[in-house]
């Protein structure tokens, strides 16, 4: 699709500096470890993530919205076979695409090997717009390859493809923020979308709090299918945000990529 990549990074570029400006300006939590540490490491993380996808883009020349278009110019994939409404489909495609993210997400947590990867996203002891970022390159190329597998499945529009892209980016930038919304509009958004209050909570230490909440965008597979919790025990305030390295560990490049592959 025509301008896909610009449209991508203003979206994303434009979302960051204000969330950032936001959270400098009137932090939802003080931050406990080193901003400029933290930044370089998630940042360091997230070059590494678009340097892994444009190699994997060697491979697989068609990423998401360029699967999406050459799934629709084959005749591939259900929506191609049954020609929905294109209202409708676009809208299915939304909340499928989403509810996979949703599904991929609670996966990551259950099965071991994948928790591995995932717990570098997890291990960040503090939690602003940066956090958003923070992945492991082997965990960023698994998920656009299921990803792509599940696009020629659906054969969905590229619009819709691209709409979902920029949804679930900028959720994800929104929800990971230090952010303070008042309490009543923090019950209003998180009927729909996931909230800053709603997915910290996702980051606590505690394992009963951080394997809950696992939406991205949509906070209504939680609520529909018990994974939800309203509120952290100890109060957003008081909770410990990572995993057991309460050190400066996790602020490291080079630890972070190597946390997947550590004994524990």
């Not at 980016?169 to 209003?188: E, S, Y």
């Amino acid at each position: 699709m025509q301008h896909e990549l610009l449209i991508r990074l203003s979206v994303f570029f434009g979302l960051f500096i204000l969330l950032a400006g936001i959270e400098t300006l009137a932090p939802r939590r003080p931050l406990n470890w080193s901003k400029s540490r933290r930044w370089m490491t998630n940042w360091g993380l997230s070059a590494l993530n678009t340097l892994t996808l444009r190699a994997l883009a060697i491979a697989l020349p068609l990423l998401a919205v360029g699967a999406a278009s050459d799934a629709q110019s084959n005749g591939w994939g259900l929506f191609n076979i049954l020609h929905l409404p294109v209202a409708i489909e676009f809208i299915l495609a939304i909340l499928i695409l989403d509810f996979a993210i949703w599904l991929q997400h609670l996966i990551t947590h259950k099965v071991p090997l994948l928790w591995r990867l995932h717990r570098v996203h997890h291990a960040d002891p503090d939690f602003d717009v940066t956090t958003a970022i923070r992945f492991h390159p082997v965990e960023i190329a698994l998920s656009m390859g299921l990803k792509i597998s599940l696009i020629y499945l659906l054969g969905p529009a590229a619009l819709a493809v691209l709409v979902f892209e920029i949804l679930l980016n900028g959720t994800a930038l929104f929800n990971h923020a230090n952010i303070h919304l008042p309490a009543k509009l923090d019950r209003l958004i998180r009927l729909v979308l996931v909230t800053p209050d709603m997915h910290r909570v996702h980051h606590s230490v505690l394992r009963d709090e951080h394997d809950s909440n696992y939406g991205f965008a949509l906070s209504i597979w939680d609520r529909a299918l018990g994974t939800y919790i309203a509120q952290p025990r100890a109060g957003h305030n008081e909770m410990t945000i990572g995993l057991e390295w309460q050190d400066t560990r996790p602020t490291k490049l080079s630890w972070s990529l190597r946390l997947p592959f550590r004994a524990k």
